[in-house]
Each structure stands twice: as structure tokens, then as C-alpha cells.
């Protein structure tokens, strides 16, 4: 199954240009709730000394007013990336008065769906559009589920790489097809082997009842009066009662081809879809409830732990620019918030992820049909609820196989790549990073999810008091943590640049916002 990775790996070893594979951009998304001192999430509006929300590209918001969302450049070290994300919320921090940031996926308290504020961005057209994209989505899944934060791992293979490797592979394609088609590749088998990373990383075994009050949750054990959890739960936020919907099931995306990608994607955009049909556009007093009524509003309403991505210029939509460019990046978006990180993540997490996008992109990778598809879902959501069950058994070719056993088969095959991407560093990160995650699967204990619930057995804290020791610990270090007057500078001149660009968006508007949104979807239409 894995051969072709270790004579595609040979072959750059032979050719002298193991290097071609180091140094790939690395870029965070990271989503952190705004929490009052007593745990309640935040109704203050987004603070204004981080500028604009709808125009900064460091510091905005998710779905609520309160998800705040930390957006790094991409960067060629690992070491980069992580500083200017801790720098960014040491930054933030100084805007925050007594308010903190969450630092778990799963929110606490939440106190209905009206106590998740609506994010706001502003009069104009476009920050119009994005908040009644929101109001949409409150209809369609309820707020409580967009509360819920995660990380998104950015990844792009290094510009020297893809000469070399299309020469390698006698591949003869234009080169961004040749690269496009590489990264659909690497998509379906992040689909394929996307549970080994809730396995490894997933952190949110747990939850407050208030999560789910008014629901019915029979299939979770009771910690205490507070909180409910799954034994070998890994990621209650990539389980059934995470960010997920009955709604998309239908879809049926295909990640073999980019072309194919982008119709049924688009497609999704224009197929109504009757129980949206039913409450309509527009309520009785000509308000809006959601940008239309097709299975999705726009693309990024789909949920996938992984989005093929390019960067979108003013007036394009993400099918638009994948379409004239090609793809530019992929985003991996299945990663839980450690509590145990002040930042969500570490260093030794990052080097694992490059490692396994890398990976994905070498291994052979079978166009996936639709029951493939759904057979990997599957296994994604199994390890999602009870990743950590002893001898738990996943699908695999037909054929039944365990988790550890699947999962050291892996790792044994990323070996000689993480050596690789080594090259001459002495301090070897990313083959010690692959020897801690096989750690984790010779002994579940070790992962972050069972962590979590060790600390909150023996500390006999429920998860809303053991989040809220996590987050004053993150409060503390981030308030202690100094940031460089370099990157002062540059979150100072990205906040009012921000509020600039806002005020000059409002003020060049020509049209009324329903002309605006008409236009805006009739676009897609034609990509």
C-alpha cells in the first residue's frame, strides 16, 4: 500500500535533493472563545484596539462576536510559526481587559443558543453578506454548534519541490495541474488516514451539560452534576455532536480530480433544499434569515476536515480562484485546542502534521468512490467517539484492522521521510516528534484526551473548572510572554490599516445590498 512513497522518497535521495522536501510554508488558524472572569462567554463587542474584524488578517472572528480567530502567514519554520501565533495572543491579551480566551474546543457555559452573540463586520455590503451568512447558519444548525473552536493547519509544499517531483514522476502536464491534482491526491488520503490525528491529538473527551441541555445524550456517561464525557472518547468536536450536519450528507464532494471538486461544490450553491425553502429568505418583516436556500449559502458553509485551497482576490469565491489558479495550499481543519498548550498546539504537534501532509502527498492515493468515502467517514467518526476502546478496529479495503496496529504502520512508513526532513539538524524534530505519537499508540494514556481525563479524575475537577484552571494558566503565561517591538509594530499598523480599509470599503459602496448579493451569487453560476 505504501510502497511508491519509499521509491518516490529513494528517488530524491538518489538525485541528491532530500532538501526539495524541507521548508514547506506553514501557516495557523486557530479559534479561541472570549470568556468573561466567571466563565461565561463574552457579549462585549469585538474589542477596537484589534482593529477591524472584517479586514484584519491577523486577528478576526469565526461565527460569534465572542470566536475570536488568529490568523498566522505562512512561514518556512515551524519555530516561526508558533512564535508569531503566541505573539498574537499576547496582543491581544493587552485588548482584552478582563476578559480571557477559551482553551478548549468544546465551550463552557452556554447559556442557550441567544447567549452566542452573532459576529458583526460593519455596514457594508460585504460585512453585511457575512453576517447574514451567520444568521443563516444559526437557522440551519443552531448557534451553540458554531461556538465550538478548532485549529486549521495550513500546508504548501516548497516551490523547489514540484519541478523535481514532476520531473521524477515523467510527469508531462502543465505544472499547476500537475501540482493540483498532487494536492487532491494528498486530500484523500488525509481523508483516508485523517482519524490517525484524532487519535493522536484529539482533545475534547468531555463536555458541560449545558452544551447539550434540551437535547437527549444517552449515549454519554455522567462525570459529575456538570459534566458529561465518553470514556475513550478522542474528539467529542469531529463526533456526531460536534461541527457536523445531516443536511450536507447528500452532497457527495468528490476530492478525486479539482474539476470534480469544484461542480458538485458548486452545485451545493445552487441545489435548493426544502426544509430551507420552508422559513425562506426573508422573514415577514422583509429581514433576512440566510443568503438563500440551497444546501449551502456559499462553499465555506461545507464541512470537511480538509478544503484544497487558493487565495481569493477582492470579488472571487473560492471556486472561482481554484478554478483560474489552481491550488495553493491544503488546509487540514481537525485539530482540537490542547489545554494543555497555551497556544492550542506546540511545536512538536507542527512538525508531526507537516510530516503527515508530506506523507499524504507521496503514499499512493486511489481515487475514492462514494462508498469509500463514506466507509472513511466513518472510520473518522468511530475514533472520533471511541478512538481510544481497546482493540478498537477500524475499515480498511474491506477488511477489518485495529487502530494501533494501522496506526504503527503509518508512522513506520513516515520514518524515513521525517528523517529526510531532518536533513542535517542534530536536534532531529520531526523523527522525534514521529517517536512520541508512536508513544501515544503503544500507550493510549499519553494522549491528550486521555490527559484530560486523568487531570480531571484525580484533580476531581468537572471540565468547567478544570478549563478555567487551563485558562488562567494561558493568561498568565501570555501575559508574561513579551512580544518584540517588530511585532508590536506590526499588530499595531494591521489594527488601524484595518479600521482604514474598513471605513473606505463602507464609503465606496454604490449599490443597495440586495442589487449586491444577487450578483455576488449569480457569479458562482458561471465559474
Request: include cysteine.
Amino acid at each position: 500500500m505504501y510502497l511508491r512513497i519509499q521509491k518516490r522518497l529513494k528517488k530524491f535521495l538518489d538525485h541528491q535533493q532530500g532538501d526539495a522536501l524541507c521548508d514547506g510554508l506553514k501557516g495557523i488558524e486557530k479559534e479561541s472563545l472570549r470568556v468573561t472572569p466567571e466563565g461565561n462567554i463574552a457579549q462585549s463587542p469585538h474589542p477596537t484596539g484589534l482593529g477591524s474584524a472584517l479586514t484584519n488578517p491577523y486577528i478576526t472572528t469565526d461565527y460569534s462576536e465572542a470566536l475570536l480567530e488568529f490568523i498566522t502567514p505562512p512561514f518556512s519554520k515551524t519555530a516561526d510559526t508558533l512564535n508569531f501565533m503566541e505573539a498574537v495572543h499576547s496582543y491581544t491579551y493587552q485588548h482584552l481587559g478582563n476578559e480571557m480566551l477559551w482553551g478548549t474546543s468544546m465551550p463552557c457555559i452556554v447559556d442557550g443558543d441567544m447567549s452566542i452573540p452573532i459576529a458583526n463586520y460593519g455596514s457594508s455590503n460585504i460585512g453585511q453578506m457575512k453576517h447574514i451568512y451567520r444568521i443563516g447558519l444559526w437557522h440551519r444548525y443552531g448557534r451553540s454548534m458554531q461556538a465550538i473552536a478548532g485549529i486549521h493547519f495550513n500546508y504548501s509544499l516548497p516551490e523547489k519541490f514540484w519541478p523535481i517531483y514532476q520531473s521524477l514522476e515523467q510527469d508531462t502536464r502543465p505544472r499547476q495541474d500537475f501540482i493540483s491534482q498532487s494536492y487532491m491526491d494528498m486530500a484523500r488520503n488525509l481523508h483516508r488516514y485523517g482519524w490517525l490525528i484524532l487519535y493522536l491529538f484529539g482533545a475534547s473527551p468531555a463536555i458541560c451539560k449545558s452544551f447539550v441541555k434540551g437535547q437527549e445524550h444517552d449515549d454519554f456517561e455522567e462525570f459529575d452534576a456538570g459534566t458529561l464525557y465518553k470514556p475513550y472518547c478522542t474528539s467529542l468536536r469531529m463526533s456526531d455532536i460536534g461541527y457536523k450536519n445531516d443536511s450536507q450528507s447528500n452532497i457527495n464532494i468528490s476530492y478525486n480530480s479539482l474539476d470534480k471538486y469544484v461542480a458538485r461544490l458548486i452545485a451545493a450553491t445552487q441545489t435548493p433544499f426544502a426544509e430551507y425553502e420552508a422559513f425562506g429568505v426573508k422573514d415577514a418583516n422583509g429581514q433576512y434569515q440566510q443568503l438563500n436556500t440551497n444546501i449551502l449559502q456559499i462553499e465555506n458553509e461545507y464541512y470537511s476536515n480538509v478544503r484544497p485551497k487558493q487565495i481569493t482576490r477582492s470579488g472571487e469565491s473560492p471556486s472561482q480562484a481554484l478554478k483560474k489558479r489552481g491550488i495553493r495550499y491544503v488546509e487540514l481543519r481537525s485539530v482540537d485546542l490542547n489545554p494543555f498548550d497555551p497556544a492550542g498546539i506546540n511545536e512538536q504537534q507542527l512538525h508531526f502534521l507537516e510530516a503527515f501532509m508530506i506523507f499524504c502527498l507521496l503514499a499512493d492515493s486511489p481515487s475514492l468512490s462514494s462508498e469509500d468515502k463514506a466507509c472513511v467517514d466513518k472510520n473518522l467518526t468511530l475514533v472520533a467517539s471511541a478512538g481510544r476502546q481497546p482493540g478498537l478496529k477500524l475499515r480498511r479495503n474491506g477488511d477489518s484492522i485495529s487502530l494501533k496496529d494501522w496506526g504503527l504502520e503509518i508512522c513506520q512508513e513516515m520514518t524515513l521521510l521525517c528523517e529526510t526532513l531532518d536533513a542535517d539538524d542534530k536536534t532531529k524534530p520531526y523523527s522525534n516528534s514521529l517517536a512520541a505519537q508512536i508513544a501515544k499508540l503503544n500507550d493510549v494514556e499519553l494522549t491528550p484526551s486521555a490527559k484530560i481525563l486523568k487531570a480531571m479524575k484525580e484533580q476531581e475537577l468537572p471540565f468547567f473548572k478544570f478549563a478555567m484552571k487551563q485558562v488562567k494558566k494561558h493568561h498568565t503565561f501570555f501575559n508574561q510572554h513579551s512580544i518584540n517591538n517588530e511585532q508590536q509594530q506590526c499588530f499595531e499598523k494591521a489594527r488601524q490599516q484595518s479600521i482604514d480599509e474598513q471605513r473606505e470599503i463602507e464609503s465606496s459602496d454604490t449599490i443597495e445590498f440586495d442589487e449586491f448579493l444577487e450578483r455576488y451569487l449569480a457569479q458562482t453560476k458561471n465559474v
